[in-house]
């Protein structure tokens, strides 16, 4: 085959078919991936898999995680240290709540893909409604979360998690990136201490590119 060019489908195995949605997935170790994602009766679960590097994958699931049993909106997943994973994700339900609350969550997933058996630490990050999310690495034990936050304005916070997946008792750090509206936000490194953040801004029905500058201690 050329390079460049897309064959057909090589493998499709279904694990859930209770009409999941937001799923994100990530590479753990050898051929284990893990995804998180919202399950049919709303709450947040993760799963792992293998595949192999010929695409072949695995008939049965590895290990598995409730990690949310209420709601769960857009999870994200990812690396800390060794074993241990952050995810962060919104625990609202259907457009028009009220309610909701932007999560960090920690967990443990061996590299043969078994999950520990409960979630290590926590942190509310926002008490307000908070809807869409990604993370990012910064420096060290810090990390940084941009999200659709009250009044559907776009928003930014940082705090730390260790190695061992403790988070802080509190954010670092916060900043309303957009005061108007922040749909969909991504976060991206520039250079340095800047970062990227882009995001739909329904208001002015663009898309917006703003950069921020992230010190390594966590402060915006």
Partial sequence: MPL???G???ASVSFDTGGINFPHVIHVSG???AV??????DTGDLQTWQIDSGGIIGAALIGTLQFENTYCDAPRIIQVSGT???IVYAEVDQPGETTGRLHAKTLTINPDGTVGAAVIDTLVVDAGLCREVDVLH???EVYAV????P????WMATFTVSAAGVISNAVTDTLEFDTTSGFGPVIIKVAGTIYAIAYCQLTANEITVATVDIQTDGTI
Wanted: glycine content about 20%; proline content about 0%.
């Fill in 84 to 86: 241990t994973y952050l």
């Fill in 8 to 10: 057909s489908v090589v």
């Fill in 146 to 149: 941009v999200y659709r936050g």
């Fill in 36 to 41: 998180v994602y919202r399950d049919g009766d």
């Fill in 138 to 140: 910064i420096s060290g």
């Fill in 151 to 154: 009044g559907n304005d776009g």
């Fill in 4 to 6: 460049g060019d897309i």
């Fill in 31 to 33: 051929d284990i991936f």
